[in-house]
């Protein structure tokens, strides 16, 4: 983490659009995201608020809505 730098187009955003103060992070549920997020987190500005939100269950979100999915939808091969 320590050699690490900021996503060059999220700094330039930000650097556009000064008035963003709260920063959503919907990153991977696994080490790789974890370790991305953490980082990113360390990294970026103060003047942000950041909030890491990964998925509850899964991988990522689409592994989460499809689990969501499964269990409100009847099992379609019972016809």
Same mark, same amino acid.
């Not at 187009?9 to 008035?19: S, T």
């Given at each position: 983490?320590?050699?690490?730098?900021?996503?060059? /187009? !999220?700094m330039?955003?930000?650097?556009?659009?000064?008035?963003?103060?709260?920063?959503?992070?919907?990153l991977d #549920? =696994?080490a790789?995201?974890?370790?991305?997020?953490?980082?990113?987190? /360390? !990294?970026?500005?103060?003047?942000?608020?950041?909030?890491?939100?990964?998925?509850?269950?899964?991988?990522?979100? #689409? =592994?989460?809505?499809?689990?969501?999915?499964r269990?409100?939808?009847?099992?379609?091969?019972?016809?």
């Amino acid at each position: 983490m320590e050699e690490s730098t900021p996503p060059a /187009a !999220l700094m330039q955003y930000l650097k556009d659009y000064p008035q963003i103060t709260e920063i959503a992070l919907h990153l991977d #549920n =696994d080490a790789a995201g974890r370790l991305a997020a953490e980082t990113i987190k /360390a !990294l970026l500005p103060s003047t942000c608020t950041i909030s890491d939100e990964p998925p509850k269950r899964g991988k990522d979100y #689409n =592994d989460y809505l499809r689990i969501v999915l499964r269990t409100r939808q009847p099992n379609r091969m019972e016809k």
